[in-house]
């Protein structure tokens, strides 16, 4: 429960947010709830799908969900105004 208040104390709210690995997708609905415009990048076509379905369930407006590497990032320098990843 920790990690919720983290991320609430982050103040997202208009900011451009990269999630490197995602995993399930429950960071990445609060910080979408919180007012990020989300972007997550994960190495699992599993934790791709699954999270997917997951916003698109819950009607949770993001970017993109990405399968990748945080070693080779998929995205222009300066996309973001911050990176989370836990």
């Excluded at 982050?10 to 709830?33: K, P, T």
């Excluded at 970017?63 to 990843?85: I, K, Q, R, W």
Aim: proline share 3%; glycine share 8%; aromatic share 8%.
């Amino acid at each position: 429960p920790h990690i919720l208040r983290w991320i609430d104390a982050l103040n997202v709210e208009g900011l451009r947010v990269l999630e490197i690995g995602f995993g399930q997708g429950a960071d990445s609905e609060r910080l979408i709830r919180a007012g990020a415009i989300w972007t997550g990048i994960d190495l699992t076509r599993e934790a791709v799908e699954r999270t997917s379905r997951r916003l698109t369930m819950k009607d949770l407006a993001h970017e993109a969900v990405v399968e990748g590497s945080a070693c080779a990032l998929p995205f222009p320098d300066a996309s973001f105004d911050l990176v989370y990843s836990f």
